[in-house]
């Protein structure tokens, strides 16, 4: 699946023709009719990617990003604790895409963790807390094989141009027995077929890749990992963040509910929301 692959009209996963699914220009995403798998069209360079995961993504009002991450870490928080409740025991946890490292400010007191993600600005607040990050490829780890007993990637494979590489360099640094975990958006669901294309997680160009159960099972498995369990997963967000997400969804941007979003009781107010249309996928490494 290299990044050059979805430049054309053949599916990156199976090979076989796709037909366009929609536009959203200047990009266009298109489905595979044979494997259902969904992917974005357009040149998305580790360079292009690392300049625009900068500062303003995570501070902003356009229809990509956010507009204010970091009132964000208690959620963030309170679900990563709802996650590591269902890892196993182990030494040694990676977080790939680990933003600014409020999954591994919960997952410090089990595991010795590092976190690697390719936005420079997330990884420096991340270090600000302590937290040993490296900005790093997904697809090109900077450890030695078997280093982990645990991987993570919440949220990250959409995002990436090479999710097949990122996944064979997850096999090749967990040890034997090892386990992956992750969350990506399940593009089969019924909160996706009732949304269209004003579905909440197609927002282009960041996310890349539009999985179902089926099209993920087959990437894992091409890495050499084994899929153990699959379920539809929500998660702890502020009022304030459901707002936003409306908003950049229906009108494009959030500045209209700018007012709202800096209100103390929306961003202390915290839901649990679950469209099931979030896969938690665990997989693991065969032992040899």
């Known amino acids: 699946m290299e990044a050059t692959a979805v430049s054309g009209a053949i599916c ?4 076989r023709p796709t037909r366009p699914r929609f536009m959203k220009p200047p990009w266009e995403v298109r489905r595979c009719g044979r494997c259902r798998l969904e992917f974005t069209v357009g040149d998305w360079s580790p360079a292009a990617a690392r300049t625009f995961y900068g500062s303003d993504y995570f501070v902003g009002h356009g229809a990509t990003g956010y507009t204010d991450y970091p009132s964000l870490d208690a959620a963030l928080r309170r679900t990563a604790r709802r996650r590591l409740a269902e890892l196993p025991t182990g030494a040694r946890l990676l977080d790939i895409g680990c933003a600014s490292g409020a999954f591994l400010a919960e997952a410090h007191a089990r595991y010795r963790v590092v976190g690697t993600d390719i936005s420079f600005d997330a990884c420096q607040v991340a270090a600000e807390r302590g937290i040993p990050v490296i900005v790093a490829e997904a697809a090109a ?68 890749y539009f999985f179902s159960a089926v099209t993920l099972d087959q990437l894992l498995s091409e890495a050499g990992l084994r899929p153990v369990a699959c379920k539809r997963d929500g998660g ?30 929306l961003r202390n107010t ?19």
């Open 12 to 15: 990156p996963l199976c090979g």
């Open 141 to 208: 780890l900077p450890f030695p094989a078997g280093s982990f007993d645990v991987v993570t990637m919440w949220d990250t494979i959409e995002h990436l141009a090479d999710p097949r590489a990122a996944l064979s360099e997850v096999a090749r640094v967990l040890r034997p027995g090892g386990t992956v975990a992750l969350t990506t958006g399940d593009v089969r669901s019924w909160c996706r077929r009732l949304s269209g294309k004003r579905w909440h997680l197609y927002t282009l160009p960041e996310h890349r």
């Open 270 to 288: 915290m839901l649990y929301v679950n469209l099931f249309d979030i896969m938690l996928v665990r997989a693991s490494k065969p032992r040899q």
């Open 236 to 265: 702890w967000y502020s009022l304030a963040y459901v707002v936003e997400r409306l908003a950049k969804t229906l009108m494009g941007s959030a500045r209209s509910v700018s007012p709202l979003l800096h209100s103390a009781a």
